[in-house]
């Protein structure tokens, strides 16, 4: 089975610090995604990556930086954490093509 | 701007009832439609389609796409108290390589 793992399941940090949120997939995909999810709003793509150190912006960038140094590895970037980042973080993979995306079990990220 | 929307966005209905879960979209060079099922951790994947017309069933679930009309439907029949999820629509656009999510349906089934 596939499996995507994220860091930590939550997170509490305070305003203004530098947050770091990991994921880690098994099955050699060549996409990985960062999402947001929010209520009324769905899931809104913050980063993608299709191939090692290569990153696109997805619908709402700002705030975020990603890292994909390794091929298994995805990681999403807080620069200076804002109380508006308070949500729910889910990151997924696929292979890419006719093929579905795999999701992590998401980190629920509070910032006072 | 690619767009999916759903509809409704919150059911509740009783165990044993016919539930019917509707998603519209627009996207440049559609490559396909996903539907998930969320309970409270990862979404877990349910379908993918890609032609008109063409079923898709697992069990009680069903899910077909009108690439006319731009839609597609989720199907649950003889509901139970563990369909209770939120429901996603996504949509991928062909050399996209990303999904977009509608902003999904919250199921509630009451025994």
């Known amino acids: 089975d596939v499996k995507v793992t994220q860091s930590s399941r939550y997170l509490v940090k305070r305003t203004g610090e530098k947050v770091f949120l990991e994921c880690v997939q098994d099955m050699d995909h060549e996409n990985m995604f960062w999402y947001r999810q929010d209520p009324g709003l769905g899931l809104r793509l913050i980063y993608f990556?299709?191939?090692?150190?290569?990153?696109e912006k997805g619908d709402i960038p700002e705030g975020y930086s990603v890292s994909r140094e390794k091929k298994e590895r995805f990681s999403l970037i807080l620069e200076s954490a804002s109380t508006n980042q308070t949500s729910m973080y889910l990151c997924?993979?696929?292979?890419?093509?006719?093929?579905?995306?795999?999701f992590g079990q998401g980190t629920r990220l509070t910032v006072v | 701007e690619d767009k999916v929307v759903q509809s409704p966005l919150s059911l509740v209905v009783h165990e044993g009832d016919t539930v019917t879960l509707n998603c519209s979209y627009e996207?440049?060079?559609?490559?396909?439609l996903l539907w998930y099922k969320q309970e409270k951790k990862a979404p877990t994947f349910l379908f993918m389609l890609?032609?008109?017309?063409i079923e898709k069933k697992s069990g009680r679930l069903s899910s077909i796409l009108d690439k006319k009309e731009l839609f597609s439907i989720l199907n649950i029949t003889a509901t139970q108290t563990g369909d209770s999820a939120v429901y996603l629509c996504a949509v991928e656009a062909k050399g996209a390589q990303k999904l977009v999510f509608g902003q999904g349906t919250r199921l509630t089934i009451n025994p």
């Open positions: 996207v440049t060079n559609f490559r396909s």
């Open positions: 890609t032609s008109s017309g």
């Open positions: 997924a993979s696929s292979l890419g093509g006719y093929t579905e995306a795999f």
């Open positions: 990556s299709y191939d090692v150190k290569m990153k």
